[in-house]
């Protein structure tokens, strides 16, 4: 008996597919082998030298940017949106550190250490990370300029009169209001999410920093925000490959602990 196919989508018979997917292995082979361009480029940029003293608060006490590495020749720094003020960290942020624990090891084992850093305190960081599970070293920058030179936490002046996020100007507040007035209510729940209100959430921005130590300097060497962070974002890596993909209206995902939770579905974090 035929089988009755029950789908909208288009289908075919096994030698249409492999045609199909031919085509589109082509396509991949190209974007991987720009990928690969992408990072020789991304080598290439010039080093700019570190000449301010940051300070960090770790598990391990207080540390300089320098002591970050860690006997490595490269430190690879996520911006962890964790605001002094939050109660918890942003849910966005913390759905791609849970792919950090897996990866630190061995990243350690190849010259570079990979840390999260955050402006909340220690005490804040340490408690958040017990209940993620996650092991990965976290560095709080409370009472430094660190995350602020490098583009990921703004004051309230810088936010009135527009920061300069992504390496693009963004609106003064005032003019960003009839957005916020249109019922785009994204970031308003994930800042309730965060335990704050949703200008005090803006001023925290994810992004990732990279740094080499030469001849005794460190060098900024790259630096990266927003839809940037797609490929470090595991989940998305996956849903790429699934059938339907992102398949997406809207922001769907929480903390990962927060699954089982119905009263937690909540819209969260920032535009591409």
Request: glycine share 8%; aromatic share 12%.
């Amino acid at each position: 008996m035929e089988t009755k196919i029950m789908t909208t989508h288009k289908t075919g018979t096994r030698a249409e597919w492999l045609n199909a997917r031919m085509e589109l292995l082509a396509a991949e082979k190209e974007l991987t082998r720009r990928s690969d361009e992408l990072a020789r480029q991304r080598q290439e940029l010039p080093w700019v030298a570190i000449n301010k003293g940051y300070r960090f608060d770790t598990e391990e006490g207080s540390a300089s940017l320098s002591e970050l590495f860690r006997g490595r020749s490269q430190v690879l720094v996520y911006h962890l949106m964790f605001g002094p003020d939050f109660a918890a960290a942003c849910p966005s942020c913390s759905s791609i550190a849970d792919g950090f624990n897996g990866i630190a090891v061995h990243l350690a084992n190849h010259d570079v250490m990979l840390w999260a850093v955050s402006r909340a305190p220690l005490p804040k960081i340490q408690a958040y990370k017990r209940r993620m599970g996650w092991t990965f070293p976290w560095a709080s920058a409370a009472g430094s300029d660190f995350n602020f030179d490098f583009s990921a936490s703004y004051t309230e002046e810088q936010q009135r009169e527009g920061i300069e996020y992504n390496f693009t100007r963004e609106p003064k507040m005032e003019r960003r209001q009839g957005k916020e007035d249109s019922g785009q209510s994204a970031e308003i729940n994930c800042a309730a999410m965060c335990g704050t209100d949703k200008g005090t959430f803006q001023r925290e921005r994810p992004g990732v920093s990279a740094f080499v130590l030469e001849g005794g300097t460190v060098f900024h060497t790259y630096s990266t925000y927003a839809r940037g962070l797609d490929g470090l974002w595991g989940m998305y890596q996956w849903l790429d490959r699934a059938p339907k993909g992102r398949n997406e209206k809207g922001v769907w995902w929480r903390r990962h602990d927060e699954y089982g939770n119905q009263n937690q579905r909540h819209s969260c974090c920032d535009e591409a």
